[in-house]
């Protein structure tokens, strides 16, 4: 039985994507490149910071990212103000999170957007005492793919892997989870599609939140 449900962030929990193109490109504007439009940050984005500035440095004029470091350093500044920027719950799913605690499971943030954006953004749209535990870039762990953080997690919530669920929408959400030994969820509302998830060989692939409820609970 699943006890214990681990989400990730960007593109699951939340739907950041304006929120990372408005900052992203407030960085290519103040770098005299090209802004990209948002739809292209579902591409860019999953992986981390780093590679999503790379990506779309590539894009918007400088194909070999030479500038990352610098865009990097701007990017950080700017997410000051655009961590918030147009972030909404996806549909039904702050229901389901509420179910969800309600079947007495215990929920977790897994995510590599840095700690305190992550903490900030989640109880900007959530609440302060949604999730049982938030764990971001930053903590000590290493990022997904690396399995690290999804095991921290279940240890400090008193929970083995065969007792967990995993629930992403990337390649390194996929990665993580399956290594991890977990029940491992991709979704189709975030950044990649059911046919990239299909690619991952997640136990199950899920179209909507409420799907979740019907998961071995």
Known sequence: MIRLVIFDLDGTTLNTLE????????????LGLSEMPVENFKKYAGDGTHKMLKRCLRDAGDPTASHLEEAYDLYMEEFKTGCT?????????????????????????????EQSYAEFVIEKI??????????????????KPDPEGALHIAEELGM????????????????????????????TW????????????????????????DIQM
């Open 19 to 30: 929120s990372l193109a408005y900052t992203a490109n407030r960085v290519m504007k103040r």
């Open 85 to 113: 920027y147009h972030v909404a719950a996806y549909p039904e799913m702050d229901r389901t999170l509420e179910d969800l605690r309600e079947y007495g499971v215990q929920l977790a943030i897994c995510t590599n957007k």
């Open 126 to 143: 959530y609440g302060k005492n949604v999730f049982h535990y938030i764990l971001g870039r930053g903590s000590g762990y290493a990022i």
């Open 160 to 187: 083995t892997p065969e007792e967990c669920m995993y629930v992403g929408d990337t390649s390194p959400d996929m990665k993580a989870g399956l290594a991890a030994g977990m029940y491992t969820v991709g979704v």
């Open 190 to 213: 975030g950044f990649r599609t059911r046919e990239d998830l299909m690619k991952l060989n997640p136990d199950r692939i899920i179209d909507h939140p409420r799907e979740l409820l």
